[in-house]
């Protein structure tokens, strides 16, 4: 029965609850800068969220041989070429264009094309060592997302309305849609932010 009573806060005229209203799941943002900055979200269903600054990339892959060929990271240089070595399904490293990066498969391979799915290493940047998640479809569409900055905290919904206890900064409350494939997440003193699931 506690449980129960602690998952609901009454507050003047709404019901908080952990009540995703299809929240739950990760969010990317659809826009970014032009550096390739964008914003992620995970809201989990025990009520716990993150969201996370950092590099959110969409790209073209081409497979060559063994090798891996993506766009150019600078205007009008050459294209981003790397060897896949294996180590199994579930195991690959990325060599070439001065890195090498170890690389293990999320989830379950779901492809007889074994570099399909999400991959998860990670990158030196700075002296510090960040997370890096790689994704690639059957249709020649990959996704590179690095966060920077990641800050945990809770959530809760009401009516439409959202309101995130972040442990860092406070709360603050405001307010999501779900319309078809896309989230729309306005909070206070920000632009709304369009999202889709990754």
């Given amino acids: 029965m506690l449980e129960k009573l602690a998952l609901c806060v009454v507050l003047p005229g709404l019901l908080w ?13 659809v826009d970014v800068s032009k550096g390739g900055l964008g914003t992620t979200y995970e809201f989990r269903a025990d009520g716990r969220v993150t969201s996370s600054l950092g590099a959110t990339v969409e790209m073209p892959y081409r497979v060559e041989g063994d090798e891996i060929v993506l766009p150019s990271a600078t205007k009008g240089g050459p294209e981003q070429r790397s060897r ?13 264009s001065g890195i090498d990066e170890a690389y293990q498969r999320s989830g379950q391979r779901a492809d007889p094309n074994k570099l399909i799915g999400e991959w998860v290493g990670s990158r030196d940047m700075g002296g510090s060592r960040v997370e890096v998640r790689f994704f690639f479809t059957g249709d020649g569409k990959s996704l590179l997302l690095i966060p920077f900055t990641t800050l945990p905290g809770r959530y809760a919904t009401a009516n439409g309305n959202l309101k995130v206890d972040w442990e860092q900064r406070g709360a603050e409350t405001g307010t999501f849609k779900i319309d078809g494939a896309v989230l729309s997440l306005s909070m206070p003193g920000k632009p709304m932010v369009k999202l889709v699931r990754y």
């Avoid at 896949?84 to 070439?96: K, P, T, V, Y």
Wanted: a positive charge.
């Fill in 84 to 96: 896949i070595a294996w180590r199994g399904d579930n195991n690959l490293r990325l060599i070439g």
């Fill in 17 to 29: 609850s952990q009540s995703s209203q299809g929240l739950v799941g990760r969010w990317r943002s």
